[in-house]
Nanobody, 124 residues
Framework: QVQLVESGGGLVQAGGSLRLSCAAS????????MGWFRQAPGKEREFVAA????????YYADSVKGRFTISRDNAKNTVYLQMDSLRPEDTAVYYC?????????????????WGQGTQVTVSS
């Protein structure tokens, strides 16, 4: 059974940093693309970043490009999202997701597995 468990959320001031972690288990993810999404109250879930487990190619939403960095640790089966220069508009629940494809996928419906989410709140 696939499990994705996020951690690392919290409250931070604008301009600060947080690192989210996503521990993946239950199968081999070498042929998967891992993604981070976020959902703010009253808004749709939106793509943040993705990484191909094999090769490590990364992709970002324009709104976070240059501020967020996605990475993975093969030995720990863990994906990270380093978030720097945080803004109040980054406030949301952040979700880790896994898609059973090596293609670039940025739409939520293309992902097969989801974590429970972790709250990130950025104060002004």
């Amino acid at each position: 059974q696939v499990q994705l468990v996020e951690s690392g959320g919290g409250l931070v001031q604008a301009g600060g940093s947080l690192r989210l972690s996503c521990a993946a288990s239950g199968r081999t993810f070498s042929s998967y693309t891992m993604g981070w999404f976020r959902q703010a109250p009253g808004k749709e879930r939106e793509f943040v970043a993705a990484i191909r487990w094999r090769g490590g190619s990364t992709y970002y939403a324009d709104s976070v490009k240059g501020r967020f960095t996605i990475s993975r640790d093969n030995a720990k089966n863990t994906v990270y999202l380093q978030m720097d220069s945080l803004r109040p508009e980054d406030t949301a629940v952040y979700y880790c997701a896994a898609a059973g494809t090596i293609r670039v996928v940025t739409r939520a419906y293309e992902y097969d597995y989801w974590g429970q989410g972790t709250q990130v709140t950025v104060s002004s």
